[in-house]
Each structure stands twice: as C-alpha cells, then as structure tokens.
C-alpha cells in the first residue's frame, strides 16, 4: 500500500540555520504531496503542496518539490527562526476522489536562539 | 469562512466506557476524514465518510465507528475504551474531485482514558 517515510527527528538547529527534512513516498499513480506543520497544542495547517512532477510548493520561506523520479518531497527553509518550532509531516493523497491522507511519522524541529 | 470544529476539546473517560466525538467541516465539504495520533503510532487513518457513506476505513478494531449526517457533520464513536484509546483525535474536511484542493484539520479532542 501507499506509505510516507520522514527522516527521524527532532532536528535541533540555531536561528539562521538551513533546514532540510527529507520525505519519501511509496504510491501507485500519480499523488498529491503536503507538508502540514502541528504547533503546540493544536490541529494541523497546511503548509504547502504539490500535486504532480516538478510542481513546487512555497509558503513562508518554506519550499518543496515534487520529484517523481526519486520519488521525494523534502522540505527546505533557507534561514529557520524560533517560531518555525513546530512538529512536520510530510502526507499524500493518492487521488483526487478522497480525502484520505497517508502521513509519514513526523519530524519535531526545535530551533534554538 | 468558518473552519472545521470539533467538540469537546477535551474529554476524560473510564476505561470500558464509551465515547462520542462531533466534527463540523467547513461549509460546501462533503468528505470527513478521522485520524488518531499518538506519539508512538503517529497520525493513522480511522475513516473517511462522503455523503453519508464510509469510503475508506482504516486498520482499527470494530470499537471504532463513525457516522455523517446529511449536513456533513460527523460523529465518531468509540465502545468499551481502553487506556490505548487515549490519544488526539483529528478530523479534518475536503472539497473532492478537485486535485489542488486540501484537507482542513480541526484543532483534536484530546481524549483520555484512565
């Protein structure tokens, strides 16, 4: 079946630092890839998406690019602040006839002043 | 636009007890995904119901049930609880037959079982 593998964490970074969290996707057909980002105490947002090849998904300096080839969708933040302190998961859609999302297991990043 | 609710935010149950979940998804989405997460499993799929129906139902015991209203508002329920059950339970709502379109999650009942 479809499965999501994140790299373990927590990632633990200083303020400026680049952030990459790597995501790989197992899935027959074409799927659609996110990045939803959990703070605290709260339910998941979206951060950004990608629904086919080459598409790549942007929001809040964050980026990811769909790769069919390597079939990935790592996460990457050019300069990572305090508040970017968050849980990540990477998931897929495997159509567009559902809403059932397959989440890889999470990376807590931490970064630190 | 309002977003997706869920009630109660909280709950604490006794173990062979019984529970129910509410969840209202964003006006005009008929699709209601359920999600258990804890830390040692993650985020795993229960079911998702679109117009009333069950499409998909993932790995968990038949404790586990829900159900959609013709509004789309949906209920999640769970028999004869075990302390395993404690966890967050997230639903989250989606416009289907769109391939750019998101699921929005609404902020979890926190569930515990003692």
């Known amino acids: 079946g479809d499965s999501v593998t994140q790299m373990e964490g927590p990632v633990t970074l200083s303020e400026e630092a680049f952030l990459t969290i790597n995501c790989t996707y197992t899935a027959t057909g074409y799927p659609s890839l996110f990045w939803y980002v959990q703070y605290p105490g709260e339910g998941l947002q979206l951060l950004l998406k990608?629904?086919?090849?080459?598409d790549k998904g942007s929001n809040k300096g964050f980026e990811a690019t769909y790769r069919k080839e390597t079939t990935s969708f790592h996460l990457e933040k050019g300069s990572v602040q305090v508040s970017d302190s968050a849980v990540y998961f990477c998931?897929?859609?495997?159509?567009?006839?559902?809403?059932?999302?397959?989440f890889g297991q999470g990376t807590t990043l931490q970064v630190k002043p | 636009k309002a977003g997706v609710t869920q009630t109660p935010r909280y709950l604490i149950k006794t173990r062979g007890q019984q529970v129910t979940l509410s969840c209202s998804p964003i006006?005009?989405?008929?699709?209601v995904s359920w999600y258990q997460q804890t830390p040692g499993q993650g985020l795993q799929f229960l079911f998702e119901?679109?117009?009333?129906?069950?499409?998909n139902k993932g790995n968990f015991p038949g404790r586990f049930s829900g159900r959609q209203f013709s509004n789309s508002r949906s209920e999640m329920n769970v028999s004869t609880l075990e302390l395993g059950d404690s966890a967050l339970y997230l639903c989250a709502s989606s416009f289907i037959g769109d391939p750019n379109t998101e699921a929005f999650f609404g902020q979890g009942t926190r569930l515990t079982v003692v």
């Open positions: 998931a897929l859609r495997s159509g567009s006839n559902t809403g059932k999302l397959i």
């Open positions: 119901y679109f117009s009333e129906t069950q499409r």
């Open positions: 990608a629904t086919k090849a080459d």
């Open positions: 006006s005009g989405h008929r699709s």
